[in-house]
């Protein structure tokens, strides 16, 4: 009595599908972490913000894009030396107030001086 079922289920799943979702995952990620690594990293505060009492140096761009340093008005020749004769040693942070209508090449120029001394820098907003 060789009672045997001859419709038998195969419980297989086939792996090509599945290792092609790896590879395209594993693409994805490798590209977004090259995009994200390549941008500089800016901190941008919140608007709606409570501000802090701290002696930090302040560098304000006019729409004429005329540079001052502690309110006092600088050259872009002398804008490297001006912010390192008035920052803070223990606190090197540089906090920007940039017109809206001043150039973004000005803007680049403090941000520049900024990022090669490694000093932080905060660029102001006003509040909505």
């Not at 086939?14 to 994200?36: C, E, H, K, N």
């Not at 920052?87 to 520049?112: G, H, N, Q, W």
Request: with cysteine; proline share 2%.
């Amino acid at each position: 009595m060789g009672l045997s079922s001859q419709n038998k289920i195969k419980v297989e799943s086939g792996m090509a599908s599945m290792t092609d979702l790896v590879f395209l995952l594993l693409i994805f990620f490798i590209i977004l972490s090259t995009m994200v690594s390549s941008g500089h990293k800016v901190d941008l505060p919140n608007g709606k913000g409570s501000t802090t009492e701290k002696a930090t140096t302040k560098v304000e761009i006019t729409q004429d894009n005329q540079f001052s340093v502690n309110n006092m008005t600088v050259s872009s020749q002398n804008l490297a030396k001006a912010i390192s004769d008035a920052i803070d040693p223990e606190d090197k942070t540089v906090e920007l107030y940039c017109d809206k209508r001043a150039d973004f090449e000005s803007a680049a120029m403090v941000i520049d001086v900024v990022k090669q001394n490694q000093w932080k820098i905060v660029i102001k907003t006003k509040s909505n």
